[in-house]
């Protein structure tokens, strides 16, 4: 099939789908966000690259509203229609991790994948927390960052409404506060080049991942780094076409309104070291 030109009123074709830090189970998740996308956006393969639902913030409090749920059954809707969803849990989900190989109403739960594209490139698929220093060796400063975090986004979501009140369209706070903080910057950067030193060490082409909520496409010493980035700020899908091209789309820039969540932007138009349990190569 085609991605390029779908029929009218159809959804996007792609391979692949790579979505992560989703954080069903926090009030930041912009569910409704991802369930727009997943109306209008379609794969032969969806990848989950960790912190789907997020099991450090349920063990403090329930809040699993029906619009996280809906997700949840999207998903497994997608299953039944023939896409295959590969799940590969994050340190937030990380409950998981001893289920890898195993199948959940469908859903592939995996340590790691290689996902192999169109043009031949073979790219581990990995959510990233094993090289986040903070996460592995200071687990309570990583809990304290995520309270901060959580405060953050918070603010963001009045900060927003206010926004959209004032006819202005979506725009992330916490993700340009983020980025204004030099560490943070530093942070980003040595994360990047420590995963794609992974997947030269395995001699593979590249990495997809997410963890750090910050979404980008880029070459790293011929490594190519990938991060579909998040659906608690930004709003970012990474998709595959089928002549194998990569992209970042971010669902929070087109217009229009919703018929099932009237308040929310429709996003359906074209905008201007981890072991090897669980490793599956993939090709779509």
Request: one cysteine or more; proline letters at 4%.
């Amino acid at each position: 099939m085609n991605d390029l030109m779908p029929p009218p009123g159809a959804p996007s074709r792609y391979r692949a789908i790579w979505l992560s830090d989703v954080h069903l189970g926090t009030r930041g998740c912009k569910a409704e966000y991802l369930i727009d996308f997943l109306r209008h956006n379609e794969a032969a393969t969806i990848y989950l690259v960790g912190d789907i639902v997020d099991g450090w913030r349920l063990r403090k409090s329930w809040y699993w509203p029906q619009t996280h749920n809906d997700v949840v059954q999207k998903l497994l809707r997608a299953v039944r229609k023939g896409t295959r969803v590969i799940y590969v849990p994050g340190n937030h989900d990380e409950w998981l991790r001893p289920y890898a190989l195993l199948h959940f109403g469908g859903v592939e739960v995996l340590d790691e994948a290689i996902h192999v594209t169109a043009d031949g490139r073979r790219l581990l698929v990995i959510h990233g927390d094993l090289f986040d220093t903070v996460v592995k060796h200071a687990k309570w400063l990583a809990a304290l960052g995520d309270n901060a975090y959580t405060a953050a986004l918070y603010i963001n979501r009045y900060f927003n409404l206010l926004r959209r009140l004032l006819g202005y369209e979506y725009w992330s706070l916490s993700a340009y506060l983020k980025l204004k903080v030099k560490n943070a910057v530093q942070y980003i950067g040595s994360f990047a080049e420590a995963l794609s030193e992974e997947a030269r060490r395995r001699g593979l082409d590249g990495v997809v991942c997410g963890h750090i909520h910050h979404a980008e496409i880029r070459d790293l010493g011929g490594i190519l780094y990938c991060n579909d980035g998040d659906w608690v700020e930004s709003c970012t899908a990474m998709v595959e076409h089928f002549d194998g091209r990569l992209e970042i789309i971010p669902w929070t820039v087109k217009g229009e309104f919703d018929q099932l969540y009237p308040e929310l932007p429709l996003f359906a138009k074209e905008p201007t070291h981890a072991g090897l349990r669980g490793l599956v190569e993939v090709e779509s």
